[in-house]
Nanobody, 117 residues
Framework: QVQLVESGGGLVQPGGSLRLSCVAS????????MSWYRQAPGKERELVAT???????DYADAVKGRFTISRDDAKKAVYLGMNNLRPEDTAVYYC???????????WGQGTQVTVSS
């Protein structure tokens, strides 16, 4: 079955950097669009960044210029590089995979990112 496992979260000071990883299994990774979402306490889950199978990327306005999404199809992994982190970036970050065949989205379990001094 489809599985997504995130890692790389943690506590970082404002202005710092983190790199999140998501390793996938159970599907033809290279054909699926992969995304990172985040959910802060008391807020709805929001889209952070997307990368398609053709490696086109898109970002939420709040993270443009600071975050970079990338993928390694050989490793079945997607990454989120986060620079110049701000306290408002604090959230649980989720990896997701969208099937190119049917209306189906898989989710990882999430990884906590806390930006605080």
């Amino acid at each position: 079955q489809v599985q997504l496992v995130e890692s790389g979260g943690g506590l970082v000071q404002p202005g710092g950097s983190l790199r999140l990883s998501c390793v996938a299994s159970g599907f033809t990774f290279s054909r699926w669009s992969m995304s990172w979402y985040r959910q802060a306490p008391g807020k709805e889950r929001e889209l952070v960044a997307t990368i398609t199978g053709a490696k086109f990327t898109d970002y939420a306005d709040a993270v443009k210029g600071r975050f970079t999404i990338s993928r390694d199809d050989a490793k079945k992994a997607v990454y989120l590089g986060m620079n110049n982190l701000r306290p408002e970036d604090t959230a649980v970050y989720y990896c997701s995979a969208d099937s190119p065949y049917i209306a189906y989205r898989a989710w990882g379990q999430g990884t906590q990112v806390t930006v605080s001094s």
